[in-house]
């Protein structure tokens, strides 16, 4: 029986629906009826009701005690550090998505994988269309929909601020095993795909960028060997379509040629401004430090800043700070023991080829949380396991 293993109903429909609501939008926020709404935060909320039931139908109740168990020493210790009550739940809120991808995992909901990849892909890509065109020939709608003190500024800067840039080097990763697909489906995939390496390069995240480079230079060279006239020319129409698309930009973006040579040529070349230079982050790291030193390595609790650099925030742009300092050592070993549980079901996948492709992924996504926090509150550990599952289930059910 199929529930032996990992069950299915329409919870998991309505769960991977709702997964693709996010993934289509190109910014998390949406401005309908005079109001900015946050889409992407009620669809998490929606996500962790409908799991939570899931948990208590499963019969998983040390789970649930743990959790709750969690939270409120951790609420308390925050409020004795000085936050306040409105501080605290806001903070745990911004834990939702990692809370979800542990119930993702315990409760082990999953969908068709082929529909799975095909769809996320699609709805990122149509994100990243959205975004785009939004941010460079419709200021004025973009201006509602993203919180920043000088907008104009943020014109000028000139780069894209896509909310799926976290899904890039998950979905570019479809291209070590393209054989699984038909060529109906590739015809599908491949323009989706090289829109999502767009709308990521477009980003300007350095790291993110960096990533994308050693992805593709894997890629060419386990392919190198195998490379066919149809493939070659297939490079050459990305290539072209690629350069066509930076052109045009380029028309529209006056800060393109400064973007290109500050934050990607030069950190290249071995030359870093001010603005790239990781010295001008040494003040906040030292405050990072000083509060993991100050509480002992045992948390200071939600809602305690982590930093007042330039203001006080209680978010970190590395994944580790953002499980050490609000709960010490107890939250990084929750944190390394769910990196464990994912890397083992990644290791159940019997296609050795996109075994190989999500262990990567995991290693570059894990390397570019040391500048940019993608597992804390971001959706991308969701998706990430959502995505595992579904490989399981579907090994699960041809046994």
Same mark, same amino acid.
């Given at each position: 029986? /199929?529930?032996?293993? !990992?069950?299915? =109903?329409?919870?998991?429909?309505?769960?991977? /629906?709702?997964?693709?609501?996010?993934?289509?939008?190109?910014?998390?926020?949406?401005?309908?009826?005079?109001?900015k709404i946050n889409i992407i935060a009620y669809v998490n909320i929606a996500l962790f009701v409908i799991l939570f039931f899931k948990i208590i139908a499963q019969k998983k109740?040390?789970?649930?005690?743990?959790?709750?168990?969690?939270?409120?020493?951790?609420?308390?210790?925050?409020?004795?550090?000085?936050?306040?009550?409105?501080?605290?739940?806001?903070?745990?809120?911004?834990?939702?998505?990692?809370? =979800?991808?542990?119930?993702?995992?315990?409760?082990?909901t999953y969908y068709p994988i082929k529909k799975v990849l095909i769809y996320f892909t699609v709805a990122t890509a149509i994100g990243a269309l959205y975004a785009i065109v939004?941010?460079?020939?419709?200021?004025?709608?973009?201006?509602?929909? !993203?919180?920043?003190?000088?907008?104009?500024?943020?014109?000028?800067?000139?780069?894209?601020?896509?909310?799926?840039?976290?899904?890039? !080097? &998950?979905?570019?990763?479809?291209?070590?095993?393209?054989?699984?697909?038909?060529?109906?489906?590739?015809?599908?995939?491949?323009?989706?795909?090289?829109?999502?390496?767009?709308?990521?390069?477009?980003?300007?995240?350095?790291?993110?960028?960096?990533?994308?480079?050693?992805? $593709?230079?894997?890629?060419?060279?386990?392919?190198?060997? =195998?490379?066919r006239f149809k493939n070659i020319f297939l490079i050459f129409i990305g290539f072209f379509v690629v350069s066509y698309v930076f052109s045009s930009w380029a028309n529209v973006?006056?800060?393109?040629? =400064?973007? +290109?040579?500050?934050?990607?040529?030069?950190?290249?070349?071995?030359? &870093?401004?001010?603005?790239?230079? $990781?010295?001008?982050?040494?003040?906040?790291?030292?405050?990072?430090?000083?509060?993991?030193?100050?509480?002992?390595? +045992?948390?200071?609790?939600?809602?305690?800043?982590?930093?007042?650099?330039?203001?006080?925030?209680?978010?970190?742009?590395?994944?580790?700070?953002?499980?050490?300092?609000?709960?010490?050592? /107890?939250?990084?070993?929750?944190?390394?023991?769910?990196?464990?549980?994912?890397?083992?079901?990644?290791?159940?996948?019997?296609?050795?080829?996109?075994?190989?492709?999500?262990?990567?992924?995991?290693?570059?996504?894990?390397?570019?949380? /040391?500048?940019?926090?993608?597992?804390?509150?971001?959706?991308?550990?969701?998706?990430?396991?959502? $995505? $595992?599952?579904?490989?399981?289930?579907?090994?699960?059910?041809?046994?």
């Open positions: 029986m /199929l529930n032996k293993y !990992i069950s299915q =109903n329409k919870s998991d429909f309505v769960i991977f /629906l709702l997964l693709l609501i996010t993934l289509a939008q190109g910014f998390s926020s949406i401005f309908i009826f005079g109001q109740f040390l789970l649930i005690i743990s959790f709750v168990l969690f939270v409120a020493y951790f609420s308390i210790l925050g409020y004795f550090n000085g936050a306040s009550a409105k501080g605290i739940y806001m903070h745990i809120f911004t834990y939702i998505p990692f809370i =979800n991808a542990l119930l993702l995992i315990k409760t082990g939004i941010r460079f020939y419709f200021p004025d709608i973009l201006m509602k929909v !993203i919180d920043v003190e000088d907008f104009d500024a943020f014109i000028q800067w000139g780069r894209l601020p896509w909310a799926g840039a976290l899904m890039v !080097i &998950l979905l570019i990763s479809q291209m070590f095993f393209l054989n699984i697909y038909r060529n109906e489906e590739k015809i599908i995939l491949v323009p989706a795909l090289l829109l999502i390496f767009i709308g990521g390069f477009f980003t300007f995240n350095r790291t993110l960028i960096f990533a994308l480079f050693i992805m $593709i230079l894997l890629l060419i060279l386990i392919q190198i060997r =195998n490379l973006n006056e800060n393109f040629d =400064n973007l +290109l040579q500050g934050r990607i040529l030069d950190p290249l070349s071995g030359k &870093l401004n001010a603005d790239s230079d $990781i010295s001008s982050r040494y003040m906040l790291y030292d405050q990072y430090i000083d509060n993991i030193k100050g509480s002992y390595f +045992l948390g200071n609790g939600f809602g305690v800043p982590y930093s007042t650099i330039p203001e006080e925030r209680v978010w970190a742009d590395v994944t580790l700070v953002s499980f050490l300092i609000p709960f010490g050592l /107890l939250g990084l070993a929750v944190f390394f023991g769910f990196i464990k549980k994912l890397y083992s079901n990644i290791k159940l996948i019997q296609n050795r080829k996109i075994k190989n492709a999500f262990t990567l992924v995991l290693i570059l996504q894990l390397l570019i949380s /040391l500048n940019d926090d993608l597992w804390s509150h971001k959706n991308f550990p969701m998706y990430f396991v959502f $995505i $595992i599952n579904s490989f399981i289930a579907q090994k699960k059910i041809r046994n």
